[in-house]
């Protein structure tokens, strides 16, 4: 697996409402209503990066859980990181019945 080039990363966090690029990072903040909704969105990326093999750098504090992707093996962004990162936005979509 090989780092995706600037031009690359760029594409992608168009589509990622939030998401920033922070050196070879890519960065987001999520705000939810309370502890529980952190814990839970928390618990469901975690599901998936465990199935991805690839773990997120994050930090919760209270209903605020702050988000780092990057790949350390490369040591950049790789599609690993934009595949975990649309699934944290899709977990965070509202449930339709």
């Not at 093999?53 to 490369?74: A, F, G, Q």
């Not at 990181?81 to 899709?90: F, G, H, N, V």
Request: glycine share 4%; proline share 2%.
């Amino acid at each position: 697996m090989s780092s995706l080039s600037d031009e690359q990363v760029d594409l992608q966090l168009e589509e990622l409402t939030g998401w920033q690029r922070d050196g070879k990072s890519i960065i987001k903040t999520y705000h939810f209503s309370d502890f529980i909704e952190a814990m839970s969105f928390m618990n469901q990326a975690a599901f998936y990066a465990e199935s991805l093999e690839h773990h997120p750098e994050w930090r919760n504090t209270y209903n605020v859980v702050e988000v780092r992707l990057t790949n350390h093996d490369i040591g950049g962004i790789s599609s690993l990181d934009i595949r975990l990162a649309k699934r944290m936005e899709y977990i965070i979509q509202p449930k339709r019945l």
